[in-house]
């Protein structure tokens, strides 16, 4: 168990629909990256916050979102769903704002039908 | 734009074998290289590797990092059913993990 905690584990939803995914980071850690993975791209690096700032940015679409909350906790908004997102997404963090070990949660799988 | 590339893809092996995977990086303000482990959820974190080139050992598994190839590789000795996994390694530039596709390992009694 790494102590990232991930909710919902399974999502099932339409296309144009918009969905929340949770992540509360493991205790004492203020950094939280979301990657997406798929079978094709593999572990595609999203966004990273830390300590509720927007830290770095990746392959993100301008339909996903996301925040980190005063409590660390963090979650990524994806909105105007197409069937190509559907996906495993992971959240991760580490203690500090880069170079360290991140560990991940086990992932939301989001299905699109 | 960031690359790591992870040979071979796939890798099967019989119980007791050695096996080496590779891992070669074009990151840009590289830091270091990470090792995980993924099985059916979540990536565990294995070594975290830097340009010091100091070897890092857990068991059976050990890695060490050339920064001249700029490239990886990682051993595990005396392979067992329970090292089946998906093997990724990621390169760690100012911010972000780039990940390689991963090399899938099948150890078969």
């Known amino acids: 168990d790494s102590g990232v905690t991930q909710t919902p584990k399974h999502l099932i939803t339409a296309t144009g629909q918009r969905v929340t995914l949770r992540c509360s980071p493991r205790s004492g850690d203020l950094s939280v990256y979301w990657y997406q993975q798929s079978l094709d791209q593999g572990l595609q690096f999203l966004i990273q916050y830390y300590n509720g700032e927007e830290r770095a940015k990746g392959n993100i679409l301008e339909r996903f979102s996301a925040q980190q909350f005063p409590d660390l906790h963090s979650e990524l908004n994806l909105s105007s769903l197409e069937l190509g997102d559907s996906a495993l997404y992971f959240c991760a963090s580490s203690v500090g704002a880069a170079n360290q070990p991140q560990h991940f949660g086990d992932g939301t799988r989001l299905s699109i039908l | 734009e960031d690359k790591v590339v992870q040979s071979p893809l796939s890798l099967v092996v019989h119980e007791g074998d050695t096996v080496t995977l590779n891992c070669s990086y074009e990151?840009?303000?590289?830091?270091?290289l990470l090792w995980y482990k993924q099985e059916k959820k979540a990536p565990t974190f294995l070594f975290m590797l830097?340009?010091?080139?100091i070897e890092k050992k857990s068991g059976r598994l050990s890695s060490i990092l050339d920064k001249k190839e700029l490239s990886s590789i990682l051993n595990i000795t005396a392979t067992q059913t329970g090292d089946s996994a998906i093997y990724l390694c990621?390169?760690?530039?100012?911010?972000?993990?780039?990940f390689g596709k991963g090399t899938k390992l099948s150890v078969i009694p």
């Open positions: 830097t340009s010091s080139g």
């Open positions: 990621a390169g760690a530039g100012s911010y972000q993990l780039t």
């Open positions: 990151v840009t303000n590289f830091r270091s």
